[in-house]
């Protein structure tokens, strides 16, 4: 029970680089750092192999997995559970759904990497993960971290959007609203100078609800 608190107290956070690790997956050996260098990763946990909510949400990942991967990211499962365990629940999915988890996943049978990014919440369950969701930059910054109690499963959408929406913001240097969609306006950053407040009152191509709150198609 220390140890668990030990690693929640020192779990990373939204800024942070993402701390690395060897681990067994089950499409070969990775080191975290390595993997899929160059683009952004999401790394999710799930409780337990072979139960139902679990089930669902890894072939949701699953059925997305193009999308994921048109936004250069690559997917990363997890759960305290053994490698054989993994591969047996593979093939069972792909069975009984014809839905294929082709995305690696960790088997983190001794909780190494669940307690590196504060997976385990003592009162939630000191042996299964939570539905943790981090996403991680190429430069390997966490960027947006995301969890969900054992008994309620994720939303796909919403882990999509706030995908695009980091991706985006990057891009363009902009912030989103609430609720934002792609092709939605965006909010330009506020001014920081008397300079910049001109400008920005003298400019008719923002939609101003006032100084400090002005959006902009893209």
């Known amino acids: 029970m220390e140890e668990i608190n030990e690693a929640l107290n ?11 690790f060897d681990a067994v997956t089950t499409t070969g050996k990775i080191k975290f750092s390595e993997f899929e260098k160059g683009k952004w990763k999401v790394l ?14 890894m072939s949701g990942f699953a059925l997305r997995k193009d999308e994921f991967e048109e ?11 053994s490698i ?27 909780m190494k990497v669940s307690k590196l990014f504060g997976m385990l919440m003592p ?3 000191e042996t299964a993960a939570v539905r943790a969701v981090f996403f991680i930059d190429p430069a390997q910054k966490i960027r947006l971290i995301m969890y969900y ?4 499963g994720r939303n796909m959408d919403e882990i999509l959007r706030a995908l695009k929406a980091l991706q985006f913001s990057d891009n ?13 306006k965006v909010i330009v950053p ?22 400090y709150l002005a959006k902009k198609s893209i």
């Not at 839905?99 to 960790?106: C, G, K, M, N, R």
């Not at 506020?190 to 191509?205: F, I």
């Open 10 to 20: 020192s779990m990373p956070r939204i800024g942070d680089i993402a701390p690395d």
């Open 44 to 57: 999710f946990s799930h409780p337990a192999d072979f139960t139902p909510v679990c089930t669902t949400e």
């Open 71 to 81: 936004l250069n990211t690559a997917l990363i499962g997890l759960s305290i559970d």
């Open 84 to 110: 054989h365990s993994h591969l047996a629940w593979v093939n069972n999915v792909r069975e009984k759904t014809g839905v294929y988890l082709s995305f690696p996943i960790i088997a983190d049978i001794d």
């Open 123 to 125: 009162n939630e369950s």
């Open 149 to 152: 109690p054992l008994n309620v």
């Open 172 to 184: 363009h240097k902009v912030a989103m609203p609430l609720n934002w969609q792609p092709g939605d």
């Open 190 to 211: 506020p001014p920081k100078t008397l300079s910049e407040l001109e400008a920005r009152n003298a400019d008719n191509t923002l939609e101003k609800v006032d100084f």
